[in-house]
T-cell receptor, first 114, second 113 residues
């Protein structure tokens, strides 16, 4: 059974702190790993990682994939209250021919206090 | 990123009635759309993959007669929750993809009384 595990499940920090969110996966037909941020409604796309060891960066957020360890981390530096959200990790898998699907982890609930 | 529109955002209905949720791709054609369900403090669970012009592919454990999916055009997929019951109350989210990136609708919160 395909599995994506995120840790920690929840995290409370103060503004300005740096956080690292973890994601590991045990799946078949792995293609890429995606990170999403979910506030009150739908998830918004952050990163897609396909190659191991190449860091992707967007402002204060960065992420990297380790295919040997079957894991990825998402770093947020100088956190702000607006970073409070659920961060979802998902493995993109091929599922027959050109079809594919996302398998999500349970998410990490990040709370940034002022 | 691509824009996916979902409607309605919130629906309350009586037990036994059917509810239709629409998912539209606004600036691209979507041959495939995905329907997810999310319970409070849980992750997104894929329910089915909607394919334009053909039958949807349902995940194991999802009742196809309960959750009817229609994908009649390249920009619209619908999910109908038939004879809804309180246990169907949940957050339903659709998505579509451009390349390998899935973009999500804003979700529909269904409350069945």
């Amino acid at each position: 059974e395909d599995k994506v595990v995120q840790s920690p499940l929840s995290l409370v920090v103060h503004e300005g702190d740096t956080v690292t969110l973890n994601c590991s996966y045990e799946v078949t037909n792995f293609r890429s790993l995606l990170w999403y941020k979910q506030e009150k409604k739908a998830p918004t796309f952050l990163f897609m990682l396909t190659s191991s060891g190449i860091e992707k960066k967007s402002g204060r957020l960065s992420s990297i994939l380790d295919k040997k360890e079957l894991s990825s981390i998402l770093n947020i530096t100088a956190t702000q209250t607006g970073d409070s959200a659920i961060y979802l990790c998902a493995a993109l898998l091929t599922s027959g021919g050109s079809n594919y699907k996302l398998t999500f982890g349970k998410g990490t609930l990040l709370t940034v206090n002022p | 990123g691509a824009v996916v529109s979902q409607h309605p955002s919130w629906v309350i209905c009586k037990s036994g009635t059917s509810v239709k949720i629409e998912c539209r791709s606004l600036d691209f054609q979507a041959t495939t759309m995905f329907w997810y369900r999310q319970f409070p403090k849980q992750s997104l669970m894929l329910m089915a993959t909607s394919n334009e012009g053909s039958k949807a592919t349902y995940e194991q454990g999802v009742e196809k007669d309960k959750f009817l999916i229609n994908h009649a055009s390249l920009t619209l997929s619908t999910l109908t929750v038939t004879s809804a019951h309180p246990e169907d109350s949940s957050f339903y989210i659709c998505s579509s993809h451009q390349g390998n990136i899935q973009y999500f609708g804003a979700g529909t919160r269904l409350s069945v009384l």
